[in-house]
Nanobody
């Protein structure tokens, strides 16, 4: 069974870069047709898809966040990362990573989530 674990600082100052890592076990991030996503949920609001990186390393981002978002991977560590630059308090949220086995199953498996607070 695939396991996903988010990690990174829980507190980020405004204007800085939010950086999170998703460590994957029980499956390879290079497996054909798999998608690896970041999703977030601000307090009191719904889930928001941030973007994904595919099994080939190609990336796609939410249009509203694209200018500040970068998703990358380290295949030797079986990890993928999120960087969100120039953050504001509105970026405070629980951040999740997720795995999908195809385009028809983009968010089948989730990590437990990690709280990130943007505050000075």
């Amino acid at each position: 069974q695939v396991q996903l674990q988010e990690s990174g600082p829980g507190l980020v100052k405004p204007s800085q870069t939010l950086s999170l890592t998703c460590t994957v076990s029980g499956g390879s991030i290079t497996t054909n047709y798999y998608y690896w996503s970041w999703i977030r949920q601000p307090p009191g609001k719904g889930l928001e898809w941030i973007g994904y990186i595919t099994w080939t390393g190609s990336t796609t981002y939410s249009p509203s966040l694209k200018s500040h978002t970068s998703i990358s991977r380290d295949t030797s560590k079986n990890q993928f990362t999120l960087q969100l630059s120039s953050v504001t308090p509105q970026d405070t949220a629980v951040y999740y990573c997720a795995r999908g086995t195809s385009w028809l199953d983009l968010f089948g498996s989730w990590g437990q989530g990690t709280q990130v607070t943007v505050s000075s």
